[in-house]
């Protein structure tokens, strides 16, 4: 299993960034790739994930309109824009690859995790 995230830095509110999850092919070309965020004391949460097609997406309700998820046309890299970042927005990003082929927002349908990348958005 090869799933590696990168792209992550510091930041200043405002700014943007964009991280990228490297799969392998066998590991995510036909499921669903999600990013999840974990921020210093509190729990992991789920931020953006697609379906393999790239079609479908689903966000949570605190990034919607400022991030944006895609993937390439072999599919086995994922891409979360994010824009106007917050400092709400500093965590440790981790890009995971789903059992299905559905994008999912349940870490509990996740098959694979990634490692992390830190992002730091200073205000």
């Known amino acids: 299993v090869q799933l590696q995230a990168s792209g992550g830095g510091t930041v200043q509110a405002g700014d943007s960034l964009r991280l990228s999850c490297a799969a392998s092919?066998?590991?995510?070309?036909?499921?669903?790739v999600g990013w999840f965020r974990q921020a210093p004391g509190k729990e992991r949460e789920f931020i953006a994930a697609?379906?393999?097609?790239?079609?479908?997406?689903i966000y949570a309700d605190s990034v919607k309109g400022r991030f944006t998820i895609s993937r390439d046309y072999g599919g086995n890299t994922v891409y979360l824009q994010m824009n106007n970042l917050k400092s709400e927005d500093t965590a440790v990003y981790y890009c995971?690859?789903?059992?299905?082929?559905?994008?999912?927002?349940?870490?509990?349908?996740?098959?694979?995790w990634g490692q992390g990348t830190l992002v730091t958005v200073s205000s």
């Open positions: 995971a690859v789903s059992r299905s082929s559905a994008p999912t927002s349940r870490a509990e349908y996740i098959r694979y």
């Open positions: 697609i379906g393999w097609r790239g079609s479908d997406t």
């Open positions: 092919k066998r590991t995510a070309s036909n499921n669903g």
